[in-house]
Nanobody
C-alpha cells in the first residue's frame, strides 16, 4: 500500500556530503507535508528538516546552512542534501509524510530509515 523508502545513507568523513532520497508511493503526495527526522542511539527522534505542500521549508538550528530539503511532486520524491557533515549528524534518518486533514485526508507515514555515519 503506502510506502516511503529512503536511500543514500552511508559512511562519510567529517566535512563530507551525502544526498538522501525518499521515494513515496503515496497518491496524495502533492498535498502532504514532508520531513526528514533522525534518531541517534539512545536518543529521541528529532526533526531535521521539513517542506510543506506549499514548499515552505524549515530546519533544525543544528543543520541550518548545511542541509537542504527539496521535493519533486512529479516524481513523488523528497531529498535531503547534507553538506559539511559532522560526527553529531550520525543517526538513522527517516522520511515522514503527514497530512492533518487537508482535502479530507489524514495520514502520518514513515519510512524504514537509512543509516548515516560520519567519522572524525
Amino acid at each position: 500500500q503506502v510506502r516511503l523508502v529512503e536511500s543514500g545513507g552511508g559512511l562519510v568523513q567529517l566535512g563530507g556530503s551525502l544526498r538522501l532520497s525518499c521515494a513515496a508511493s503515496l497518491s496524495m503526495f502533492s498535498i502532504a507535508d514532508m520531513a526528514w527526522y533522525r534518531q541517534a542511539p539512545g536518543t529521541q527522534r528529532e526533526l531535521v528538516a521539513g517542506i510543506t505542500r506549499g514548499r515552505n521549508t524549515n530546519y533544525s538550528d543544528s543543520v541550518k546552512g548545511r542541509f537542504t530539503i527539496s521535493r519533486d511532486n512529479a516524481k513523488k520524491m523528497v531529498y535531503l542534501q547534507m553538506n559539511s557533515l559532522k560526527p553529531e549528524d550520525t543517526a538513522v534518518y527517516y522520511c515522514n509524510a503527514v497530512n492533518a486533514g487537508i482535502s479530507g485526508y489524514k495520514f502520518d507515514f514513515w519510512g524504514q530509515g537509512t543509516q548515516v555515519t560520519v567519522s572524525s
